[in-house]
């Protein structure tokens, strides 16, 4: 069964401490894996894309690594207001996206 | 423009209620789905439509009924529902169904069944 496991649940950060958010997946034939970023009571906010392992993408404070067994999303020095629960997803085929339960991030000034 | 609207934002409905909930997106993506989000929990897919035709999750129960008038609307008819229904409704669009689409959420709308 193809499955997504995100660690930590959640990450309490003083700014600037730069950190590592994990997603480890089992799946059958992966076709992408996607992070995004959701605000409490908001909708997700796509960040990034991966297809293959060896790939990284990077948004300002943000870079996401992949791997052919995980993918790391790299906090680097981070503001409170990245604080957001980040989420990984990832595509198997067809229409079906399956998501991780998120890490929630606290970033303290 | 990335965006996706959705209304409206707060509903509140008793059980034996009928409502929509209605989502809309000018990106000229070809594919749209329907989310269920509880408190702490990643987005469970419901439908998904794909070129206007539609995918279901076995496990939706038959008291929400997805519509696709056409490429741009959305809509989720609620008939009956249950307080365990209560939650946050995304709809989201992607350029296509396949795996190398990202998709991009509206803000939701927040559905408390009474």
């Known amino acids: 069964e193809d499955q997504v496991t995100q660690s930590p649940e959640a990450l309490r950060l003083q700014e600037g401490e730069s950190s590592s958010l994990n997603c480890s997946y089992t799946?059958?034939?992966?076709?992408?894996l996607f992070w995004y970023r959701q605000d409490p009571g908001k909708g997700p906010e796509f960040l990034f894309t991966?297809?293959?392992a060896g790939e990284e993408k990077e948004k300002e404070r943000l870079k996401a690594t992949l791997t052919k067994k995980e993918s790391f999303l790299h906090i680097t020095a981070p503001k409170p207001e990245d604080s957001a629960t980040y989420l990984c997803a990832l595509n198997t085929g067809g229409f079906k996206t399956i998501f991780g339960a998120g890490t929630r991030l606290f970033v303290k000034a | 423009d990335t965006e996706v609207t959705q209304t409206p934002k707060h509903l509140v409905m008793g059980m034996t209620n009928k409502k929509s909930l209605k989502c809309e997106q000018h990106m000229g993506h070809r594919a749209m789905y329907w989310y269920k989000q509880k408190a702490k929990k990643p987005p469970e897919l419901m439908f998904v439509y794909s070129y206007e035709k539609l995918s279901i999750n076995e496990s939706v129960p038959s008291r929400f009924s997805p519509e696709c008038p056409n490429s741009s609307l959305l809509n989720l008819h609620l008939h009956a529902l249950q307080p365990e229904d209560s939650a946050l409704y995304l709809c989201?669009?992607?350029?296509?169904?396949?795996?190398?689409?990202?998709?991009?959420f509206g803000p939701g709308t927040r559905l408390t069944v009474t």
């Open positions: 989201a669009s992607s350029q296509g169904s396949g795996g190398s689409y990202e998709q991009y």
């Open positions: 799946v059958s034939g992966l076709r992408g």
């Open positions: 991966l297809y293959s």
